[in-house]
């Protein structure tokens, strides 16, 4: 008998997507880790779906067999265990033994390991595996994207406004999944090189696109607002946006 070993198991499937929802998890709750946003917030607007299709693809297609990559994405969930525990030190180190290996668990696990590191306050090694991560061409990109913000984000007080730019650059366009989070980066690099008319114009498009998560789209409107660009085209949605509320639809009198 033949055994069609692309074919993935149901409970490795169900060990990649609780790996990876808690990568998004831990992206949201993780996202203010430096000086810069802790001043911002920089909330990130991850794809959730589109990450789980990309990656848990790649995890099973990685050319590893199934049982390997079944018990080595079932440790990562155990080390996860083990930090949300708060069991740091055993986390890390079952992390690092993941990191040994390549593919997308190891990928997974340098993300981690990066976030015990900003939590710790070593902003360097949190920056050198993000890096990793990102520099990596065998990764998804939308991976990659993730590592490349996060990067920058806890490294932002230590770069120059064209660093930035240029790092962020290509990731904040408006058909990529992470655009809100990339371009609020980048819009205020574009602010501290004193590029006034380019900062507030890319506020004002953040503030508009439907797609970023609200808080960033607050945060530019407000921004936008400051450097002089309107960015709100309709004042009522708007304020039903922010505050919650329904907008009400406008009455209309018969007149006979």
Not at 3 to 15: A, T
Not at 47 to 60: C, D, E, N, P, R
Request: no cysteine; glycine share 8%.
């Amino acid at each position: 008998m033949v055994v069609n070993s692309n074919k993935p198991k149901s409970k490795e499937r169900d060990v990649e997507q609780e790996m990876l929802m808690r990568e998004v998890d831990e992206a949201v709750r993780q996202d203010d880790v430096s000086g810069f946003a802790k001043k911002y917030g920089l909330p990130l607007g991850i794809g959730v779906f589109l990450i789980i299709a990309a990656f848990g693809a790649y995890l099973f297609f990685d050319g590893r067999s199934e049982a390997e990559l079944e018990d080595r994405s079932v440790e990562l969930v155990q080390a996860m265990d083990q930090l949300e525990a708060g069991n740091i030190d055993q986390a890390d180190s079952q992390l690092a033994a993941l990191m040994e290996g390549e593919g997308g668990v190891a990928a997974m696990a340098r993300m981690q390991r990066a976030g015990i590191a900003l939590e710790q306050g070593r902003t360097a090694d949190a920056v050198a595996l993000y890096d990793e991560v990102a520099n990596d061409g065998e990764l998804p990109a939308e991976l990659r994207d993730i590592a490349a913000i996060r990067s920058v984000s806890a490294n932002y007080d230590n770069m120059t406004p064209a660093d930035v730019i240029a790092r962020l650059g290509p990731i904040a366009v408006a058909d990529n999944a992470f655009y809100g989070s990339a371009a609020e980066l980048v819009a205020h690099a574009y602010l501290t090189q004193g590029e006034t008319d380019q900062a507030g114009a890319m506020f004002g498009e953040i503030a508009r696109n439907d797609e970023v998560p609200l808080p960033i789209r607050d945060r530019a409107r407000a921004q936008a607002g400051v450097l002089g660009v309107d960015a709100i085209d309709d004042v009522d949605a708007a304020l039903a946006e922010i505050t919650g509320e329904e907008l009400e639809e406008p009455s209309v009198e018969l007149v006979e």
